[in-house]
């Protein structure tokens, strides 16, 4: 039997739920209005948040921490590929379908990004618009926007992109 562990944090972005057992972390979520939890952490939880505190720092750019969420096989590989997007980098939604040869899927690639259980760490937040734009995010454009602008802030300098 496997033991399920939560643990919330607050972040510079709102409160974000960590869900994960002994083996990885499965979900990172933003949920508005949590309390944060002070308990004890299993090694992966207390390595998840330690990571996740040094993105927010701007001193972490990659994670190392495992994670693993349920999917079908064409979800995973999109998930994966957004583990390749590079930190500070955005690429559009058909660029991500044109990486998994398949350009037809970009309205399957949007609802699988939409889909993403782990936020931050499986980058769904660097995938943008054809044109740029800012589109659809689950925890919020505002926050898309802002974990956007802190990586490229930490990797460039002082820059605005939206």
Not at 86 to 104: D, E, V
Not at 113 to 122: D, E, M, S, T, Y
Request: charged share 15%; aromatic share 8%.
């Amino acid at each position: 039997m496997t033991i399920e562990h939560i643990h919330i944090i607050t972040t510079p972005v709102g409160s974000l739920t960590i869900i994960g057992n002994d083996h990885a972390i499965n979900t990172l979520t933003f949920k508005e209005g949590r309390v944060p939890t002070q308990e004890p952490l299993s090694d992966i939880m207390l390595q998840c948040v330690e990571e996740i505190n040094a993105y927010f720092a701007g001193s972490l750019q990659g994670f190392n921490f495992p994670v693993a969420q349920p999917g079908t096989e064409f979800q995973q590989t999109v998930w994966q590929q957004l583990k390749d997007i590079p930190y500070g980098q955005t690429i559009s939604y058909l660029q991500l379908a044109k990486r998994i040869n398949n350009p037809k899927s970009i309205r399957a690639v949007g609802t699988t990004n939409g889909k993403n259980r782990i936020a931050i760490v499986v980058p769904c937040h660097r995938v943008i618009g054809s044109d740029g734009s800012l589109t659809g995010y689950a925890g919020g454009l505002w926050r898309k926007k802002w974990l956007l602008e802190h990586e490229i802030k930490q990797k460039f300098g002082s820059l605005e992109l939206f």
